[in-house]
T-cell receptor
Framework: EAQVTQNPRYLITVTGKKLTVTCSQNMNHEYMSWYRQDPGLGLRQIYYSMNVEVTDKGDVPEGYKVSRKEKRNFPLILESPSPNQTSLYFC???????????FGPGTRLTVL | GENVEQHPSTLSVQEGDSAVIKCTYS??????FPWYKQELGKRPQLIIDIRSNVGEKKDQRIAVTLNKTAKHFSLHITETQPEDSAVYFCAASITGRRALTFGSGTRLQVQP
């Protein structure tokens, strides 16, 4: 089954404690991205990757890092989380042939 | 970069009525326009998309229209049902450039 997976689905942490949210896709998509979703602000792109070892900033990259060492994985790293990073995070992958974008199930992060 | 505006932010209709959600985009080079539906607590899911070489596309009760000159596109849902209640997002991008820019979302409520 074609899918995008994320882990963990829920996470409560404290300010400054480094965390990683994993994302994996099994569709062999080249393009992957991370979004955060906040009430009234829609889906805002954090980072994206057009291929292995190729990443670039989206609209709201401050406080986040990503890496793309393998085509299927695109982890999101928060080196020193702060309360304003409390949000719902979605990973997505996109087909370069159809443009169709698929979202992961989401990770609800709370930073105390 | 691309900017997508979406209206209205909330929409309440009676079951069986039609619903229309409108989006405008700023970059005349955009040529791919998907619509996503997000049910409460779930991931956004693609429901229909349209490319700039087509003016209208239909899929059962859902249709999307595109006016390239005016740079706007709309989602039309006919014979609405309670299960259509969700948040709907429009998006725009350029094929070959992998970023989808999303509108801020429309919360549709279908009253039984």
């Amino acid at each position: 089954e074609a899918q995008v997976t994320q882990n963990p689905r829920y996470l409560i942490t404290v300010t400054g404690k480094k965390l990683t949210v994993t994302c994996s896709q099994n569709m062999n998509h080249e393009y992957m991205s991370w979004y955060r979703q906040d009430p009234g602000l829609g889906l805002r792109q954090i980072y994206y990757s057009m291929n292995v070892e190729v990443t670039d900033k989206g609209d709201v990259p401050e406080g986040y890092k990503v890496s793309r060492k393998e085509k299927r994985n695109f982890p999101l790293i928060l080196e020193s989380p702060s309360p304003n990073q409390t949000s719902l995070y979605f990973c997505a992958s996109r087909s370069t042939s159809t443009d169709t974008q698929y979202f992961g199930p989401g990770t609800r992060l709370t930073v105390l | 970069g691309e900017n997508v505006e979406q209206h209205p932010s909330t929409l309440s209709v009676q079951e069986g009525d039609s619903a229309v959600i409108k989006c405008t985009y700023s970059d005349s080079a955009s040529n791919y326009f998907p619509w996503y539906k997000q049910e409460l607590g779930k991931r956004p899911q693609l429901i229909i998309d349209i490319r700039s070489n087509v003016g209208e596309k239909k899929d059962q009760r859902i249709a999307v229209t595109l006016n390239k000159t005016a740079k706007h596109f709309s989602l039309h849902i006919t014979e609405t049902q309670p299960e259509d209640s969700a948040v709907y997002f429009c998006a725009a991008s350029i094929t070959g450039r992998r970023a989808l820019t999303f509108g801020s979302g429309t919360r549709l409520q279908v009253q039984p």
